[in-house]
């Protein structure tokens, strides 16, 4: 694990790339149009960490994915597990979170990995070492402009070569709730940046506080401009189910058999499926699961070839 603090000179990358190498003529991208058709986009791209999510929603190199939910409802803990997973695929992450302190990101990070409330050292240790090359955390607390961000996206992309870059999140980085016409500004930038560099950039939102939190939010729940998620190509939305919670600790168990979460596909541009992913929820690791009846796996660091398994 590596730390992008403020001390590296950002200024240098606040420019937007030279434009004249992306006019070329339109057969240059015959291989790529080719690979499209015989590749479907639901088989193209990085999987989530849920086997049953595979053949229906991939996150692919060079789109903008929205991340929104209620606060509390889990969405910087479903998308550090997703990065966990994305990294044993062979991605390069960086989470640029202005709310959390690198130390809780990976103290959380170590729960996924391992299945457990509190992994040994050595396990602690083995998978710090193992993220080395894998991930990089951006220690910045508290507020960033938008344009140190998109700063910060570009230095990864160009200097270190990372292929996922987190946001957490639209709140974060210094614009108005009623700002609009910045927040789209913001997000065309991000969206033009990924599609532009081929990395990929996950955006955390929140959604719009309705009369409860018992009803899933959609797409058009995103607290903040329309243009927030018609300018992504995808849009994940988490939602924690605070009603079977509150059966439950009411002594009521007739909800037991729902789902503890649902992550809502509510757009998603470049694959066939849209629709909802039940997942359950261990306390333990902070992990979320496929099934009711699915326990946690901890990771199985390799040295011989460095790869894991779950």
Request: glycine share 8%.
């Amino acid at each position: 694990m590596n730390v992008i603090d403020d001390t590296i000179d950002f200024d240098a990358y606040l420019k937007g790339p030279n434009e004249a190498p992306m006019i070329q003529p339109a057969s240059s991208w015959a291989d790529e149009v080719i690979a499209a058709f015989e590749r479907p986009a639901n088989h193209a791209g990085a999987c989530l960490p849920w086997p049953k999510t595979r053949e229906m929603v991939r996150l692919r190199s060079g789109e903008l994915t929205i991340w929104p939910g209620m606060s509390g409802h889990g969405k910087s803990m479903m998308v550090g597990q997703v990065a966990l997973h994305l990294m044993e695929q062979g991605e390069k992450v960086c989470l640029a979170s202005m709310e959390m302190k690198p130390t809780s990101t990976m103290q959380r990070m170590c729960r996924q990995a391992f299945g457990c409330n509190i992994p040994n050292r050595q396990d602690i240790r083995d998978l710090h070492a193992w993220t080395n090359g894998r991930l990089w955390l951006y220690d910045q607390q508290g507020q960033v402009s938008p344009d140190r961000i998109l700063a910060v996206a570009r230095y990864c992309h160009e200097e270190l070569g990372i292929t996922h870059f987190v946001i957490d999140n639209l709140l974060s980085c210094g614009i108005a709730e009623d700002g609009y016409d910045a927040q789209k500004q913001f997000v065309l930038a991000l969206a033009t940046h990924a599609h532009d560099t081929g990395q990929s950039v996950h955006l955390l939102a929140h959604s719009r506080k309705g009369k409860d939190e018992l009803t899933p939010p959609g797409k058009f729940d995103v607290r903040g401009s329309a243009s927030i998620t018609d300018l992504a190509d995808n849009v994940f939305s988490i939602w924690r189910n605070r009603g079977k919670e509150m059966a439950i600790e009411a002594g009521d168990h007739s909800k037991k058999d729902e789902a503890d979460a649902l992550l809502i596909v509510c757009k998603h541009r470049h694959g066939d499926w849209e629709g909802r992913v039940k997942l359950w929820f261990d306390r333990r690791s902070q992990a979320y699961l496929q099934g009711p009846n699915d326990q946690p796996k901890a990771m199985q660091l390799r040295a011989d070839d460095d790869k894991v398994e779950f």
